[in-house]
T-cell receptor
C-alpha cells in the first residue's frame, strides 16, 4: 500500500517563498505528481518527478529524493492567487497502477 | 473546447434514489477515472477504465456502477443513494495509464457536487 503525509495547512506572505513537504511510504514507486486545487475547483497538474533532483517550472519547483521517500514543492514570489490546496500524489510500480493522493496542504497567502 | 466535462455540476436528491453522472473527454486519452472527494478534501480513486476496460475497482459499494460506452465517455450510476454518498465526484482522464511517466498526468473535470438529503 501507499501512505502519503503532508502538512494540513500553511500560511505565507505575498512575495515570499514557501516549501510544501510530502513524505511517502510505498511498496513500490514510479513517479510523484503535484497538483494544485483552488477552492471549489478541480485539481490541475503542476509537476512530475520520477528521478531524484529538482524540476523547475517558472515560479514553481519540485524536488524528489527516492531514497528518503521525500518530495517538496517550492513556490517563489508568492501571489495571492497561489492560495489553494496542493496535493502530492504517488504512482505505484508496474503496469496499471493507481495514483494515490495525499490529503493536501491548504496554503493561505496573506498580504 | 472543454477538455473534460461532467454533467450535472450540482445534484441534490433524496436518500434511496438512483442517479447518474456523465463524463466526456475530448483529449483523445485512453484512460478515464472516477474520484470521490469528501468533506475533508481527501481525493480517493473509485474506478479506472483503459480503452473501455475496467482496470481499477477500489473497495466501492456495488451500488456504484461505472459504464464506459467508448473511450471518450465514462459514466457513473449510483443506486439507492445514502447520506454518506454526499461528496464531490471528479472525473479525470490521462493519455495512457500503463505507459508511466507524464503520460499519466491526469486532467480533471469540474466536479459534480452531490448532496443526498
Amino acid at each position: 500500500g501507499q501512505n502519503i503525509d503532508q502538512p494540513t495547512e500553511m500560511t505565507a506572505t505575498e512575495g515570499a517563498i514557501v516549501q510544501i513537504n510530502c513524505t511517502y511510504q510505498t511498496s513500490g514507486f514510479n513517479g510523484l505528481f503535484w497538483y494544485q486545487q483552488h477552492a471549489g475547483e478541480a485539481p490541475t497538474f503542476l509537476s512530475y518527478n520520477v528521478l531524484d533532483g529538482l524540476e523547475e517550472k517558472g515560479r514553481f519547483s519540485s524536488f524528489l529524493s527516492r531514497s528518503k521517500g521525500y518530495s517538496y514543492l517550492l513556490l517563489k514570489e508568492l501571489q495571492m492567487k497561489d492560495s489553494a490546496s496542493y496535493l502530492c500524489a504517488v504512482r505505484g510500480p508496474g503496469g496499471y497502477q493507481k495514483v494515490t493522493f495525499g490529503t493536501g496542504t491548504k496554503l493561505q497567502v496573506i498580504p | 473546447d472543454t477538455a473534460v466535462s461532467q454533467t450535472p455540476k450540482y445534484l441534490v436528491t433524496q436518500m434511496g434514489n438512483d442517479k447518474s453522472i456523465k463524463c466526456e473527454q475530448n483529449l483523445g486519452h485512453d484512460t478515464m477515472y472516477w474520484y470521490k472527494q469528501d468533506s475533508k478534501k481527501f481525493l480517493k480513486i473509485m474506478f479506472s477504465y483503459n480503452n473501455k476496460e475496467l482496470i481499477i475497482n477500489e473497495t466501492v459499494p456495488n451500488r456504484f456502477s461505472p459504464k464506459s460506452p467508448d473511450k471518450a465517455h465514462l459514466n457513473l450510476h449510483i443506486n439507492s443513494l445514502e447520506l454518506g454518498d454526499s461528496a464531490v465526484y471528479f472525473c479525470a482522464s490521462s493519455q495512457d495509464m500503463g505507459a508511466g511517466g507524464q503520460h499519466e498526468t491526469q486532467y480533471f473535470g469540474p466536479g459534480t457536487r452531490l448532496l443526498v438529503l
